[in-house]
């Protein structure tokens, strides 16, 4: 059975928003349509109907903020590039900066009008200048949401208003993979932290829609969401002592409870696990080399990814290295050369592969016939000294 929620500490900050502890609770269930929290390495801590199929509103734009990113790290596009707005992103409605037909804005800019003030005349301005299109975009969208495993999603715009009788539609466990990939492109927190900033030379300003950025200690993102259909939304990073987390929320009835059930959420991955590396003390070997250039190679792991685990079994966990004892040259850099094994008291919680950490070439016949004739003339000048000093 699970254990009731222990609420957090909530205040009035303001009118607008709800202030949230940071201290520890036990979580059951929350009154979200859909929830997930799950650890940036894809590890799932909690989940209540996380593949309900619900309308996200504007948490839709972390896909477009993939996207855009994406194409920023890959080179497709610059964040210096000018995006002009058409006259139909200027017509969109909600959230927005009020673009004007044929206002030129830098990608820079659109991008963070998007994380920050959620606008959606931003967000189709950019779909059209990566995808040519709005449409072509949104095939964009739907067909990375494929490749990431998302199995409940299907965007119909850019920027998650309902449009023509068409609404978006995802869960919360495909949104926490769309975040999980966003979140690797690390100057995405660069924009979705911002409390406020400006655009337009300062003239026009921007605050952010997420407004747990100062109601939570630790919170660098990521958006937030809200239409009358799809009502509360928002996925949400955290981030404390090493351990970053995810928590979606779908279909919220006001922003209160959103802020509770988010607050509660991560506060109990914060308070219940720990982040565990999987080397701790341990000295990795050092592997001799039969016939290689060099005489030995160091090792390294393949993955260090470090484990999420219950405080209680971290206090637990014990490492057996395992590693080969000689190789012989050839060898490569990321060959393996043994494990390392992590067990807990319930028996093996993971083992990782050990490889090389460099190359070692095998040496040619030239260099072993030279080699055998250095030592030999060395063990006859040793036996001539020898000789001569006994008589």
Known sequence: MRKHILAAVLGILCAAAVSVSASAAQLGEVHAKGAILMTDAGQVLFEQNADAVHPPASVTKIMTMLLTMEAVDSGSASLDDLVTASAHAAEMGGSQIYLKEGEQMTLDDMLKSIAVASANDAAVAVAEHLGGSESHFVSMMNERAKQLGCKGTEFVNPNGLDTDGEQTKTTARDLALISQELLK????????????????????????????????????????????????????????????????????PDKQSRNQDIAAMLNYGFAGYAVVPILDQETLPIVPVELGTRDSVSVELEDDTPLLMTKAEAGNVKREIRCTEQAQAPIEKGDPMGEILLTGSDGEITRRTLVAAE?????????????????????????????????
Request: charged share 20%; aromatic share 8%; glycine share 8%.
């Open 359 to 391: 190359d070692a070439d095998r040496k040619s016949t030239a260099d072993i016939f030279r080699e055998l004739l250095e030592y030999l003339l060395m063990k006859k000048r040793l036996l001539t000294v020898h000789f001569l000093t006994s008589m």
């Open 185 to 252: 492109h690390p100057k995405i927190l660069t924009y979705t932290s911002i409390w406020m900033d400006s655009v337009r030379n300062g003239s026009f300003g921007l605050a952010n829609t997420n407004k747990m950025l100062k109601l939570y200690d630790g919170m660098v993102g990521l958006k937030t969401g809200y239409t009358s259909t799809a009502g509360y939304c928002i996925s949400a990073v955290a981030q404390r002592e090493g351990m970053r987390l995810i928590a979606v929320v779908l279909g919220e």
